[in-house]
């Protein structure tokens, strides 16, 4: 009955609704109203209900999550610290086509809490963190949404495993309305799969791809394009400016977005409203919009060449170092430190498998030490290890043992050098991209 009249007035909410049949129309605690909002998938349906009174989401005399001028007790149905929400996508034109995701679509990449005031907070819960998101959503028969993980919540290093587990661990765990005592049903850590069914469903009302397509913005090798124009479009299609942020040479490749939101209710069965960024974009006002799967220019080619890296007939390049959001942070330094500071040369050459190359740096030989799984270069090194690499697009990512996480204990700033550690066991996971010079 109360389900029934909520689902009228919702769906006469939703704009631009398409003529939908019954069974997809969501039920009243699964409704979600945003500007330009689409009906969701039935395979979207979240798994659990809040405990709010969902009258109170519609109530205009309700705070909108950061809005409140009084305190809220009640954190199940109102989010907070973590009121402000981002909805993050990558374009992964960088890594290596495998793990890039589709041409023609941004990627998710996670629905982070931030407080209102700009910081945020992270890992809020050890122990309710999940090292199996896979068999989670197996368990609960969720193969589509597994299916559709894996085609678009792409790790840029292949592990899309754990880059989810990462997202849950480390935003999931801080949203104040996800927590199990909030859940009606709490069962199975279905506040997994809430999480995660959430995020898609907020990507799949953003299809930054088709709002760009729409106005005749395309990936392109050969035309870069006024960075006002990508960011007004976006603007224009969600009525709400997001945050962009480049990278690469001159940071002048779109990289990641973030669409912001705010809500009222709960994360579960309440509404997420666009609203205006808590940070800004870091682009230059030319920028490129790099098709994923085409090498990126050498240094030395003009800006209207898209021709491939040279081969030198004398190999040499940097290491360039990605934090697990997929920003480039400095690179190695001749001793295998990583840093901000000048990027080191390093030059490879074929290691003792086929299929692997060793480094040397102005130092000397580069090894992994046996002792504390450190990366190291110096003359004393007798035996350099061996790496591996797949072929990125601009370069080659570094595995080590079958691995391509690396990791440190601090991201290092001004004169700061970390030592790197082989493996995701510290805080900073990071990736190596060689990167010929
Ligand atoms: C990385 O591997 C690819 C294919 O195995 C190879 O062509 C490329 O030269 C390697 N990169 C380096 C720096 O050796
Ligand atoms: C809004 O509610 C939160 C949570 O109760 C509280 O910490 C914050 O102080 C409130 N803001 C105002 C302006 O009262
Ligand atoms: C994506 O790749 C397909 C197949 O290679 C190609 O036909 C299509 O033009 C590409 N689309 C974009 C947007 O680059
Ligand atoms: C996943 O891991 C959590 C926490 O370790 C556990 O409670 C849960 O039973 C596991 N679920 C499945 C389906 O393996
Ligand atoms: C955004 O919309 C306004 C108003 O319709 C229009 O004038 C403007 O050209 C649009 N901007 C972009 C970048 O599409
Ligand atoms: C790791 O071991 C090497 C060789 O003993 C040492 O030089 C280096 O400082 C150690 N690094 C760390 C981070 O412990
Ligand atoms: C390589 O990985 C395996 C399994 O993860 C581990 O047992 C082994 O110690 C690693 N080897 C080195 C040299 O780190």
Known sequence: MFALTLSTIFSALLLSAPNVEASAVPSAHDRRITIGGVLLDPSLLIPGRSKCNILNDINPFVPLSCHNTTVQNNLCCFNAPGG???????????????????????????LWPDRCDQTFDQFCAPEREVQNITQILEFFGENEILDYMHTFWKDNTGNDESFWEHEFNKHGTCISTLEPQCIQNFNNRNDVVIYIKRTISLFQILPTF????????????????????????????????????CNGRGNKFLNELW????????????????????????????????????????????????????TSTEDKGTIQVFTSSGTNVGCILSKGTWSQQTCATFRPTA?????????TSSKGPCAVDATNGTLSCASDISVASDFTNSTATSGSLLAFNDSSSFSADVVPTGSVQSPVFVGGDHTQVITLVYTRV
């Open 84 to 110: 402000h929400f981002l909805q993050t996508q990558f374009w992964d034109y960088n890594s290596p086509v495998a793990f890039a995701g589709p041409n023609n679509s941004w990627t998710i990449h996670g």
């Open 210 to 245: 088709e709002f760009l397509k729409r106005k005749g913005i395309v990936p392109s090798a050969t035309q870069t394009y006024p960075f006002s124009d990508i960011i007004g479009v976006l603007k224009n299609a969600t009525g709400k400016t997001p945050t962009i942020n």
């Open 259 to 310: 669409y912001h939101f705010e809500t009222k209710g709960s994360v579960i069965d309440g509404i997420f409203t666009h609203a205006d960024a808590d940070s800004t974009s870091d682009c230059p006002d030319t920028v490129w919009y790099w098709p994923k799967g085409v090498p990126t220019p050498t240094p030395t080619a003009t800006t209207t060449s898209s021709a491939p890296t040279a």
């Open 351 to 359: 290691g003792s498998v086929p299929g692997a190359i060793k480094f």
